[in-house]
DNA sequence: TTTATTCAATAGATAAAACCGATTGATAAA
DNA sequence: TTTATCAATCGGTTTTATCTATTGAATAAA
């Protein structure tokens, strides 16, 4: 059974007529008697019955075959419709993970940007650790995810998005608050914040500063599970200093009178934070387009990468 | 689109690995390949994201295709077990005509016979006049007529079933009481009442004995549009006599005192009843069914046809 | 009756497709 | 690097779909 054959014999239904229906179905009136000839030994019923002259009637069971397949075809039609409706690369459901030391500072500003050049796109978005955006990319479950580098993964292809800088917090009252920069070195022996494992900003800011990690083991421990928003309320409160990309400092409201923020000196240490997604996803041109506004977001502090 | 691609694209949705795919379509990997890359091109849509090693992803809108292909399979199945179902033509409607001087007492004889030897096949029965039963057989609204020769329509086959004799039915206290059997040409004169025109078994009488209408043209003018049950009701009052086709008497319970019934002399008027249907007509062994089940009512006073 | 006409079926030939086995190319794991 | 896996591609064959032309059946007209 071919849904040609159906064609057909829908077409034959509607003419009564072998050779009109062959011409509505733009083929020859032979190829449409075989045809149907064909799907009626497939069946083993005759659909219709055939008389010269007088028109084509249309048997019981073939009454029934023939709506059957009018509804199959209908059916059909609506394949083609859902891949019309759903051809635009920049509409239906965009999955989007970001981590969480960066969707709270850029997903705010790329998020209407994204509404406004693709207002068919539905985003949902998604802040975990890089491991679990990783897991969750490969198996399909997100689309794509703003990750920092090193990021390498076996069958995901990345694009570099802007670089970050990183920058010190520090209580309004430490003792370097008149420094213009801080340099790498001088935060060993500081009772420096950490993130907890499992956070890659944490990993990037001890391998800018690996000695510093030899102090103050126990205070960072004790901030497993914490958040850089915890951290900063920290520094706030004095009871340490620590590091943070630049982008979660100047969008901030609470970047009040208790906290200061320094810049590194040369060389500044800071991160590239990118765009994964997997090498043979089909939505290029959503990728592209993420990519596209998230350049145009342009966060203070932060230097495009094109 | 084919109905195979639709076979193959949710086989490789099932399976997740194309060459297991086309082991379960019993095809090769090349041939399912090369459907589904076709079908993705008339689609303009990427249905599978293809990633050699790990399993196959399918897209967003490739989802939604293949759960629609899947509906369409399953209702291409609905053909199937149509043709199936149907496949048996001793089941499904069968719409059965007949005139007035045979259904009534033919189809209470033949009814629960074919109820019984087809079960499966649901009997619509329709009385009318020959010409327009002749009319529904040929339009189709009915699948075959029982009537009386002689009748020759093209397009139309027919079989005969039975020759029925025809009887006079008089008063009983008629001057023919005491007659044995009736000369045809003996009705010449008497009050002959006759169905009105349409019937063919009124024609049928006048072929018998054409002088017999000579006298009573305006007796039967006023039986116009009557039956035989009125007609014998008539004889019963004793308004005249008529001629009956010989099953209409042998059945009734109203074969009472005040009626007497004579058969023909030699030769004998008679008229052979037959079954008519559309010679393209596809269920012939529905047709044969009926002639069958017709032939073993052997109502008394006929002689079958083999 | 014969002749003409209509319409679906059939015949013969060709073009299109479906399909297979073998190979390639890409990818990831050892 | 090598090996293994998997889908894509290649080249060739068979099958199918389709065409034009004709036949055959049946009716309608002469």
Chains 1, 2 share one sequence.
């Not at 995810?145 to 998005?161: N, Q």
């Not at 960072?220 to 951290?231: V, Y």
Request: aromatic share 6%.
């Amino acid at each position: 059974m071919t849904l040609t054959e159906l064609k057909y014999i829908v077409a034959v239904a509607q003419k009564k007529h072998f050779g009109q229906a062959a011409q509505a179905c733009f083929v020859s009136q032979p190829t449409l008697s075989i045809a149907i000839k064909k799907l009626e030994e497939e069946l083993d019923i005759k659909l219709f019955e055939r008389s010269s002259k007088n028109e084509i009637r249309i048997t019981d069971i073939g009454q029934q075959v023939i709506e059957q397949a009018q509804k199959v075809l209908r059916e059909t039609q609506v394949i083609n419709e859902i891949s019309q409706q759903g051809k635009d690369p920049l509409s239906g459901t965009f999955r989007l993970g970001a981590i969480y030391t960066i969707g709270p500072y850029l997903l705010p500003n790329l998020i209407p940007r994204i509404n406004e050049s693709a207002p068919n796109l539905t985003l949902i978005i998604e802040e975990d650790f890089t491991a679990n955006l990783s897991t969750k990319l490969k198996q399909g479950e997100l689309d794509a995810i703003i990750i920092s580098y090193p990021y390498d993964e076996a069958g995901i292809e990345t694009a570099p998005l802007y670089e970050e800088p990183f920058v010190v917090a520090l209580h309004s009252r430490h003792e370097w608050l008149q420094k213009e920069q801080i340099s790498v070195n001088e935060l060993v022996g500081q009772d420096l914040m950490l993130l907890g494992a499992g956070h890659c900003f944490r990993d990037q800011v001890i391998q800018a500063c690996p000695q510093c990690m030899e102090s103050n083991n126990e205070l960072t421990r004790t901030l497993e599970g914490s958040s850089l928003e915890t951290i900063r309320h920290m520094v706030a409160a004095g009871t340490g200093i620590t590091v943070l990309p630049c982008t979660s400092m100047m969008h901030s409201q609470q970047n009040h009178d208790l906290i200061s923020i320094k810049s590194f000196a040369n060389p500044q240490p800071s991160r590239t934070v990118a765009l994964a997604w997997r090498k043979h996803y089909p939505r290029k041109e959503a990728i592209q387009q993420i990519i596209d506004n998230i350049q145009q977001c342009q966060l203070p502090g932060t230097q495009s990468i094109r």
